[in-house]
Nanobody, 115 residues
Framework: QVQLVESGGGLVQPGGSLKLSCVAS????????VGWYRQPPGKERDLVAT???????NVADSVKGRFTISRDYMKNTVYLQMISLKPEDTAVYFC?????????WGQGTQVTVSS
């Protein structure tokens, strides 16, 4: 059974930092694309960043220079380091793992940026 478990969300002041983690279990995801999407209140889910197997990262312009995605193949884990957070980064952040055959989503973790 495939499972994605996210952690690291929370409340942070503007300018602060958070690091999200997503541990995938149930199979070997080393050949999959992994990434993060987010859904602000009342809006659609949008790409934040993805990283393909053995390849480079794709990061949304809105977070470029502030967010860094990385993955640990041995731990089947993907991370999202977020710095210089802004109120507009407030959203539910979802972990994604996918290929041309199948895809999986985490349950989401809330990130709130507010003073």
């Amino acid at each position: 059974q495939v499972q994605l478990v996210e952690s690291g969300g929370g409340l942070v002041q503007p300018g602060g930092s958070l690091k999200l983690s997503c541990v995938a279990s149930g199979r070997d995801f080393s050949g999959y694309t992994v990434g993060w999407y987010r859904q602000p209140p009342g809006k659609e889910r949008d790409l934040v960043a993805t990283i393909i197997s053995g390849g480079s990262a794709n990061v949304a312009d809105s977070v470029k220079g502030r967010f860094t995605i990385s993955r640990d193949y041995m731990k089947n884990t993907v991370y999202l380091q977020m710095i210089s957070l802004k109120p507009e980064d407030t959203a539910v952040y979802f972990c994604y793992v996918g290929s041309q055959v199948d895809s999986y989503w985490g349950q989401g973790t809330q990130v709130t940026v507010s003073s």
